[in-house]
């Protein structure tokens, strides 16, 4: 729930996170992107095009909202596994279905998009550490549940 609503708060704010992590990687706006390489390079360019977005247009900054609304109404979803954790599994196996969906989507979306592909992994590894805590609660809940109904394992 933590990192979903992490990541549904700083999906607002492109912008300004991007100027700010420039800023820390010793990226000056005012030069084009090319003058850079490898990850100064990429960052350069994102905060090209999210700046040239918003001042032209700022209506695509709209999908990311919507993206952030998302991911805060997906973290509501997890109250009820809070609740009741054995009723509510089935959220846990959803977040541990979409963990693995992120790996297909960074990779092939990520290429068609020319993300490169170091950033890819990066957005990969989203998917994979979800799936740590949701696995752990996954199997605590099926303790409970065994426990519940009498059996052992």
């Known amino acids: 729930m933590v990192g979903l609503v992490i990541s549904g708060l700083t999906a607002f704010p492109l912008v300004a996170e991007v100027r700010i992590l420039g800023s820390i990687l010793g990226i000056d706006p005012a030069l084009p992107p090319e003058q850079y390489a490898g990850l100064q390079f990429w960052i350069a360019k994102v905060g090209v095009a999210l700046r040239e977005n918003d001042a032209r247009y700022p209506f695509i900054s709209y999908g990311t909202d919507w993206l952030a609304f998302a991911h805060l109404v997906i973290a509501v979803a997890f109250i009820g596994p809070l609740r009741d954790p054995v009723r509510n599994i089935w959220v846990v196996t959803f977040g541990l279905i979409a963990c693995a969906g992120v ?21 990969c590894s989203f998917g994979v550490i979800g799936t740590i805590p949701l696995w752990l609660a996954r199997q605590n809940i099926l303790l409970l549940q065994n426990a519940g109904s009498g059996k052992s394992e």
């Open 103 to 123: 790996i297909p989507l960074a990779l092939i979306a990520g290429a068609v998009r020319e993300v490169p592909l170091y950033w890819r992994l990066i957005d």
